[in-house]
């Protein structure tokens, strides 16, 4: 009898506790002050899944963007180098408009204006890979790599095989991958090049116990610079998908390759975020090189993260949707905009703009993609064009408007990439590479179908229901 006694007080000693907890936890999501659609949806987590939507919310749900990356002390140090090549956007050629983004970047983002460079266009994989196999070829200094995904494939293993060759013959190599991004690859992969006398680095590596800490915020970006001369900014990855595509259909990505003084902002990403995994500041003068003007675009690289004052892409993207007198062209592979965003798709296609988005028809991620045609009717009968890419994967992060600017990088347009990745954008204003990347779209957009309102409200029910299920856990997917 006392047995049982003590169980069930043990018991109900459980419950209480637990649910004390529980309380609790919504209690410090509402004081985070965040956005209310994702507070709405930890909450509804916490209270239908109590076990395991604590569990999650530890793991996936806690805010760090108070923290700081780097000391100022140490950004300035970094920082210096750029001051030479800062233009201001009132003194150059730009229409109002394109004044204002490169005015608001400057001040959310610290992302210097530059002129004077020159940029290619990748639409595929095999054509990036062959771009960077040749610059990393003509390597004497330095190669500084970083990349979400660095596979142990064919790809993969030929982009490793030149590391270690160019390291032996005394090029400085630094490689950074994301852990999570990559943690399908054996350290042995690393270790082989390590061994080679190549530095790498682990993003935000996860372990036990600090496992929570870090797991929800992954370093997106995609991102090279070789000897100061040649950089690279896009949504491509180190892996054999990007270049051969999949069982299913090729994979469409887009990426660029800079030559010019905007790769001293690449740099400065690069050193922040090595700075930020081992505290080793790359801030000597021979990885900023002198930079030649070498063509005629001006751009920024606005970096991104959840750690820092300002939602730097959220405003960036904000911004350059609001800001359009004719047209917006977006492509991304998954579509979660957050409120604000949504709106503002809506306003100005509802105002008259001519808006048009482009999805893959299907997707890497069968939940997230559910969850973004959730949206779509609403983005149907505000008269904004939607168009599902057929030919295979669209991976391409692209904005093009009204033939003034566009913005090519590793943010997808949803919650993930623009409140809990580290991203990388280039934002660019230069008629001709806009009027370049507006071809493109079109081209891709020859090659899609587009949507009817009549068709997508015919679906069935069950699809629907699912995907407003789903569409709850946007903030988290």
Same mark, same amino acid.
């Given at each position: 009898?006392?047995?049982?006694?003590?169980?069930?007080?043990?018991?109900?000693?459980?419950?209480?506790?637990?649910?004390?907890?529980?309380?609790?936890?919504?209690?410090?999501?509402?004081?985070?002050?965040?956005?209310?659609?994702?507070?709405?949806?930890?909450?509804?987590?916490?209270?239908?899944?109590?076990?395991?939507? $604590?569990?999650?919310?530890?793991? $996936?749900?806690?805010?760090?963007?108070?923290?700081?990356?780097?000391?100022?002390?140490?950004?300035?140090?970094?920082?210096?180098?750029?001051?030479?090549?800062?233009?201001?956007?009132?003194?150059?050629?730009?229409?109002?408009?394109?004044?204002?983004?490169?005015?608001?970047?400057?001040?959310?983002?610290?992302?210097?204006?530059?002129?004077?460079?020159?940029?290619?266009?990748?639409?595929?994989?095999?054509?990036?890979?062959?771009?960077?196999?040749?610059?990393?070829?003509?390597?004497?200094?330095?190669?500084?790599?970083?990349?979400?995904?660095?596979?142990?494939?064919?790809?993969?293993?030929?982009?490793?095989?030149?590391?270690?060759?160019?390291?032996?013959?005394?090029?400085?190599?630094?490689?950074?991958?994301?852990?999570?991004?990559?943690?399908?690859?054996?350290?042995?992969?690393?270790?082989?090049?390590?061994?080679?006398?190549?530095?790498?680095?682990?993003?935000?590596?996860?372990?036990?116990?600090?496992?929570?800490?870090?797991?929800?915020?992954?370093?997106?970006?995609?991102?090279?610079?070789?000897?100061?001369?040649?950089?690279?900014?896009?949504?491509?990855?180190?892996?054999?998908?990007?270049?051969?595509?999949?069982?299913?259909?090729?994979?469409?990505?887009?990426?660029?390759?800079?030559?010019?003084?905007?790769?001293?902002?690449?740099?400065?990403?690069?050193?922040?975020?090595?700075?930020?995994?081992?505290?080793?500041?790359?801030?000597?003068?021979?990885?900023?090189?002198?930079?030649?003007?070498?063509?005629?675009?001006?751009?920024?690289?606005?970096?991104?993260?959840?750690?820092?004052?300002?939602?730097?892409?959220?405003?960036?993207?904000?911004?350059?949707?609001?800001?359009?007198?004719?047209?917006?062209?977006?492509?991304?592979?998954?579509?979660?905009?957050?409120?604000?965003?949504?709106?503002?798709?809506?306003?100005?296609?509802?105002?008259?703009?001519?808006?048009?988005?482009?999805?893959?028809?299907?997707?890497?991620?069968?939940?997230?993609?559910?969850?973004?045609?959730?949206?779509?009717?609403?983005?149907?009968?505000?008269?904004?064009?939607?168009?599902?890419?057929?030919?295979?994967?669209?991976?391409?992060?692209?904005?093009?408007?009204?033939?003034?600017?566009?913005?090519?990088?590793?943010?997808?347009?949803?919650?993930?990439?623009?409140?809990?990745?580290?991203?990388?954008?280039?934002?660019?204003?230069?008629?001709?590479?806009?009027?370049?990347?507006?071809?493109?779209?079109?081209?891709?957009?020859?090659?899609?179908?587009?949507?009817?309102?009549?068709?997508?409200?015919?679906?069935?029910?069950?699809?629907?229901?699912?995907?407003?299920?789903?569409?709850?856990?946007?903030?988290?997917?």
């Amino acid at each position: 009898m006392d047995d049982t006694l003590l169980t069930d007080g043990l018991f109900s000693l459980f419950w209480i506790i637990y649910i004390i907890t529980i309380i609790g936890v919504i209690l410090i999501v509402l004081s985070e002050n965040r956005n209310p659609l994702k507070s709405i949806s930890w909450i509804l987590v916490l209270m239908f899944f109590p076990i395991g939507g $604590l569990l999650f919310y530890i793991f $996936l749900g806690r805010d760090f963007r108070k923290q700081r990356m780097i000391s100022k002390k140490s950004f300035k140090k970094i920082d210096q180098y750029s001051f030479d090549f800062d233009v201001n956007p009132k003194n150059v050629n730009l229409d109002s408009n394109s004044a204002m983004i490169a005015t608001l970047l400057k001040k959310v983002g610290n992302s210097k204006l530059y002129a004077g460079n020159h940029i290619d266009i990748f639409t595929s994989g095999d054509q990036m890979i062959d771009s960077l196999v040749t610059a990393i070829e003509k390597a004497e200094k330095f190669i500084h790599l970083q990349f979400y995904i660095f596979q142990n494939d064919e790809t993969g293993r030929m982009i490793r095989d030149l590391l270690i060759n160019k390291a032996r013959q005394g090029v400085e190599v630094r490689l950074m991958y994301d852990d999570v991004g990559c943690w399908n690859v054996k350290n042995s992969f690393f270790n082989e090049m390590k061994n080679a006398g190549i530095e790498i680095n682990a993003f935000f590596e996860v372990k036990i116990p600090v496992f929570a800490r870090k797991i929800n915020y992954r370093n997106h970006r995609k991102i090279a610079i070789i000897d100061g001369s040649y950089g690279f900014i896009g949504g491509m990855n180190i892996a054999d998908r990007y270049a051969k595509g999949l069982e299913w259909g090729k994979w469409r990505d887009t990426h660029l390759m800079i030559q010019g003084p905007a790769i001293l902002d690449l740099q400065k990403s690069f050193s922040i975020d090595w700075y930020f995994s081992n505290k080793d500041l790359l801030w000597d003068s021979k990885y900023f090189p002198k930079q030649p003007l070498m063509g005629m675009s001006q751009m920024q690289i606005i970096t991104s993260g959840p750690i820092g004052e300002w939602k730097e892409m959220m405003h960036a993207f904000f911004k350059v949707i609001t800001s359009a007198k004719k047209y917006v062209y977006i492509q991304t592979p998954y579509f979660l905009p957050t409120e604000s965003l949504l709106i503002a798709l809506q306003t100005i296609a509802l105002s008259g703009i001519d808006v048009r988005i482009m999805l893959p028809l299907r997707s890497d991620s069968k939940l997230v993609h559910i969850g973004s045609c959730s949206y779509i009717r609403q983005m149907l009968i505000s008269d904004v064009k939607v168009y599902f890419y057929k030919p295979g994967f669209l991976h391409s992060k692209v904005i093009v408007v009204d033939d003034e600017y566009c913005s090519v990088g590793s943010a997808n347009m949803d919650f993930r990439s623009l409140e809990h990745n580290f991203e990388a954008n280039a934002f660019i204003y230069d008629k001709d590479f806009t009027i370049t990347l507006k071809k493109i779209f079109l081209k891709d957009q020859s090659l899609s179908e587009k949507v009817s309102i009549r068709e997508w409200r015919s679906r069935p029910l069950l699809r629907k229901s699912f995907e407003s299920v789903m569409r709850l856990f946007a903030p988290m997917l």
